[in-house]
């Protein structure tokens, strides 16, 4: 299992009709086979400055390469992701086995 995670500040004002017009393309991410357990979170932690977060679950890594080169999420990045975030982290992140 991979989980996908990524936080992000936007370029738009709290609260505006161009952020949620965002969050709502994001959350069409959800609809791209394979993809588990999405879900759209916004940040509440002041050690950080990001606002928001999508974390979504994959059972293996060819489930996830699918995910990352499938039409919708790269036209998402292409044409939405990369005009208007202006900050993000990305962990990709497995359960620890010793």
């Not at 919708?72 to 990045?77: D, I, Q, R, T």
């Amino acid at each position: 299992m991979i989980t996908h995670s990524v936080f992000f500040k936007l370029i738009h004002k709290k609260g505006s009709d161009a952020e949620a017009l965002f969050l709502s393309k994001a959350a069409a991410l959800s609809s791209i086979p394979g993809v588990g357990n999405f879900q759209l979170l916004e940040e509440v932690s002041p050690k950080n400055s990001f606002d928001f977060g999508l974390s979504m679950e994959f059972p293996d890594q060819s489930t996830y390469d699918a995910y990352n080169t499938h039409p919708e999420h790269v036209a998402f990045v292409q044409q939405v992701w990369l005009n208007e975030v202006a900050e993000f982290q990305e962990i990709d992140h497995i359960p620890f086995s010793q």
